[in-house]
Structures are given as C-alpha cells and as structure tokens.
C-alpha cells in the first residue's frame, strides 16, 4: 500500500485558504473540532522509492483541476 500526495501536510483550515484562493466566492467555514485520533502522515517516501512516484501536481493545483472539471460539465467558467 503507497501514500499517494503531493508529500504535504495540511490543516483543515489550510485546506479551506485553498479553496477560498481557488474560489473566492466558495463560503467556508471552519469550526474547532475535537480530534478523536490522529492520522498518520501522508509519507510517500515508499511510493518514491519503490515505483519512482514524483508528484506532479501540488494540492492547490488538483484542487483546481476537479473544480474546473465539474464546472465544465455544467458549462461554468473556468476558475483561473
């Protein structure tokens, strides 16, 4: 089994700055929570090693990608 990322970690709010610099008009809201239990790293130092994996996309720029891609199937704009 491989981890399969751009090697980053992020938080939760991390991950919503990205969605609001993707789409500024996104309505994100994030709430303290109580963390049952930790997650361990996305480490993909495996996935490099054995299969010769380099990502090739960062978080944002994936992100991005599935947004435009949903966004073209309804005839919306791009998000630049």
């Known amino acids: 089994m ?3 990322s751009d090697g980053g970690l992020y938080t ?11 789409n ?3 309505q ?4 303290p929570g109580k963390r ?3 997650l361990p790293a996305m480490d993909i130092t495996a996935c490099q090693e054995e ?3 380099i990502p090739k996309y960062s978080l944002e ?7 435009n ?3 073209q199937q309804e005839g919306l704009p791009l998000l630049s």
């Open 69 to 71: 891609y949903f966004r």
């Open 51 to 53: 299969l010769g994996f």
């Open 12 to 22: 939760n709010r991390q991950l919503g700055e990205i969605f609001k610099k993707i």
């Open 36 to 38: 049952i239990y930790d």
């Open 61 to 67: 720029k994936g992100i991005r990608q599935v947004f």
């Open 2 to 4: 491989f981890n399969v």
């Open 28 to 31: 994100i809201k994030v709430e």
């Open 24 to 26: 500024p008009q996104a």
